[in-house]
């Protein structure tokens, strides 16, 4: 079993930035694909941006391109979220996952999840 622990989240206003981390046990770290979801109230749980093994593979959601920036660093089994103009519908739960093969958009290609942490963001 492969733990996954998100901090990073809280309140911030519109138009603001915060940097979501995400750390993983075990050694095999450099070895997945990570990623990021998240799930507002109400709503399944949609994809946000995905992390090849070395890093030097992303991939980003319509929705935040341009905005957010996912990178990883292997020696500290941690993986990032950088969030900048955050805006009100960026308010949901935010997890990190972890795929054992490939970076992929559908939750469901993913073998591990964290517990996720929450970002609100206001006006």
């Known amino acids: 079993q492969v733990q996954l622990v998100e901090s990073g989240g809280g309140l911030v206003q519109a138009g603001g930035s915060l940097r979501l981390s995400c750390a993983a046990s075990?050694?095999?770290?450099?070895?997945?694909?990570m990623a990021w979801f998240r799930q507002a109230p109400g709503k399944e749980r949609e994809f946000i941006a995905a992390?090849?093994?070395?890093?030097?593979?992303?991939y980003y959601a319509d929705s935040v391109k341009g905005r957010f920036t996912i990178s990883r660093d292997n020696a500290k089994n941690t993986v990032y979220l950088q969030m900048n103009s955050l805006r009100p519908e960026d308010t949901a739960v935010y997890y990190c996952?972890?795929?054992?093969?490939?970076?992929?958009?559908?939750?469901?290609?993913?073998?591990?999840w964290g517990q996720g942490t929450q970002v609100t963001v206001s006006s």
């Open positions: 996952a972890a795929s054992a093969r490939y970076l992929y958009v559908s939750p469901g290609e993913y073998d591990y």
């Open positions: 075990g050694r095999a770290f450099s070895t997945y694909a």
């Open positions: 992390i090849g093994r070395s890093g030097s593979i992303t």
